[in-house]
């Protein structure tokens, strides 16, 4: 029997709240800028009245935001999302900004516990510092451009074989035996790609031009410094991820070649082309877990009862809620995502499977991102559950990791789940290579000035290191050339991309613990992410009992275990 949840009773908005106007959030704002508070516990409870009060608008514009990916031709829902950015947003940021200033300003701030606090109080005083009312309307500018990727990447179809296919279904024929029928997919997908080419530089030329304004106008010389700040990275610096795309370069590449190479032997390719990196090295049709969104789903269900019957219930209670959207369908939106949602306590997933064991992985990492939303509902401050990237990405992609013991439930032949693990576990090396790859390359364009054509050439460069050097990209240099433009992180939410490296390597740490300790790791995964961010994002990881260590020796421990379980698969 799935225990349902309701939102809770509100105790400071209404419960006929329906936000049709700034004016009806007004009020609720104005209270809390005028309210008296002469005592610990009245900032308490203006704090908690906070929380729900933005708990409620910020699941009304995720609810809109929802809506409008799963079916980006509804001009309606477009108008929808499209109000929220323009009529209410730039309202909030004078209002955020002047209700931290009232509580940093209280005398009973410094009242509150200094170790449960701690990383809340740090953020609300770094907040306040680079808070600039000229860049409001900024926000909202960029805002609005962000979304423009959305219906460009949902726009994308290819013909072929008498059908209209998304990028997302068309991508499955690149994993077909016959060699010209990938070459021949291949060929119809980058031609879709290119020609946005332009149009897609214009939108991320803008978007600089706008990001690089808003950093200005708070004291920054750059916007990947300001996004730093922004982002609340305390714990590690621009320097530190540096360093971490060199020690990838290092003790990653190294294994990402062999293993690259090892396919063009088994394929026995002399020419080994962009179609041939998906087929499997053994000529083998591509695995088949599912059929539809429905099987998908129960069987993840079925996974997760196996690693933790909790787990399960959180899947269980979401599909009971219907709050999840998986299958790929022209129209909607590139891409998957779990968003909180704060005020229920109960996420929302959506992605966009097309019957791959890809699919499989990504519904077991939004799936760890939804155990990690349950594990953290009920904490007091929406700022302590929403854990930073690299905590939250944890959760996810460990999710990944230690559900493979489980996905004998997709496939009865033991050969079909071997390649399905073995697939993960060198994706999860691979993956570290092109995260490295797209920081390394915004750091570049928000440090440096320059044309779309040196994006192409400083990209090319990077390819050159975290690329693959088996592949031959003769006649295909354009399409090499601007491949970052398929990552949405670069357009829609700029920088946040390093934590998958820092979490992947959290990750298969986890899993190392797993493999050693067995539910012992377990218990220390849900001790983590239920802290939520009350703690440092290294103390996070140390309750999970892993390093938050980005050195080229540590690295290269992680790679070496992962060589040692593919070894023995």
Request: with cysteine; aromatic share 12%.
């Amino acid at each position: 029997m799935i225990n349902i949840p309701t939102r809770p009773l509100r105790h400071f908005v209404s419960e006929k709240l329906s936000i049709t106007a700034w004016s009806d959030l007004l009020p609720y704002y104005q209270d809390l800028s005028q309210r008296e508070l002469t005592s610990l516990g009245e900032l308490k409870q203006w704090m908690s009245d906070r929380t729900e009060l933005e708990a409620i608008v910020e699941e009304d514009q995720a609810w809109r935001y929802i809506k409008m990916n799963i079916d980006t031709r509804d001009e309606e829902l477009k108008a929808t999302y499209t109000f929220f950015i323009e009529e209410i947003l730039p309202h909030l940021a004078p209002f955020d900004h002047a209700l931290n200033q009232k509580i940093v300003a209280s005398p009973f701030f410094a009242e509150l516990d200094q170790t449960r606090y701690k990383t809340y109080i740090r953020a609300v005083k770094k907040t306040i510092e680079i808070y600039r009312e000229e860049n409001i309307l900024l926000f909202t500018e960029m805002a609005k451009k962000e979304q423009e990727y959305g219906s460009l990447a949902a726009a994308m179809t290819i013909e072929i074989d008498g059908e209209t296919l998304t990028m997302q279904q068309a991508s499955l024929r690149l994993k077909v035996v016959d060699r010209d029928k990938r070459e021949r997919a291949y060929r119809l997908m980058a031609d879709r790609r290119l020609q946005d080419t332009e149009a897609l530089d214009r939108l991320l030329d803008e978007l600089i031009v706008l990001r690089q304004q808003v950093a200005r106008n708070a004291g920054f010389d750059n916007y990947r410094d300001y996004s730093f700040v922004a982002r609340g990275r305390f714990d590690y610096t621009p320097e530190d991820c540096m360093n971490m795309h060199d020690a990838i370069a290092s003790a990653v590449m190294p294994a990402i070649s062999a293993f690259e190479e090892e396919r063009k032997e088994l394929l026995s390719l002399e020419d080994y082309r962009p179609w041939d990196t998906a087929v499997d090295a053994m000529h083998r049709a591509p695995l088949k877990p599912f059929e539809g969104g429905q099987e998908l789903l129960d069987t993840s269900i079925a996974c997760f009862q196996d690693v933790r019957p909790f787990f399960a219930e959180c899947l269980s209670t979401m599909k009971a809620m219907n709050y999840l959207d998986l299958e790929s369908k022209q129209g909607k939106a590139p891409g998957g995502f779990n968003y909180p949602l704060y005020e229920i306590g109960v996420p929302f997933i959506y992605m966009n499977a097309v019957g791959t064991q890809r699919d499989v992985e990504t519904l077991m990492h939004e799936g760890g991102h939804a155990i990690h939303s349950f594990l953290v509902r009920d904490l007091e401050l929406n700022e302590f559950k929403s854990t930073p990237a690299e905590v939250a990405e944890l959760a996810s992609m460990s999710m990944e990791l230690l559900s493979m013991g489980t996905w004998g439930k997709f496939y009865g032949d033991p050969e079909d789940l071997k390649r399905a693990r073995e697939e993960q576990m060198k994706g999860s090396l691979d993956a570290l290579q092109w995260i490295a790859a797209v920081d390394r390359f915004q750091h570049w364009m928000y440090t440096t000035e320059h044309t779309a054509q040196e994006r192409c050439v400083y990209w090319n460069e990077l390819m050159d290191t975290f690329g693959s050097t088996a592949i031959n990209w003769a006649g295909f240099e354009d399409m090499r050339a601007n491949m970052w433009q398929k990552q949405l992180h670069i357009f829609e939410i700029p920088f946040y991309y390093i934590e998958y490296a820092i979490a992947q390597l959290g990750a298969i740490a986890m899993w190392r613990q797993f493999k050693q300790t067995g539910d012992k790791a377990l218990e220390n995964y849900m001790a983590a992410l239920s802290l939520g961010y009350t703690k440092t994002i290294p103390e996070l990881y140390q309750a999970a009992g892993i390093e938050f260590n980005f050195s080229k020796e540590y690295i290269g421990e992680l790679v070496t275990f992962v060589q040692n379980e593919l070894m023995e698969l």
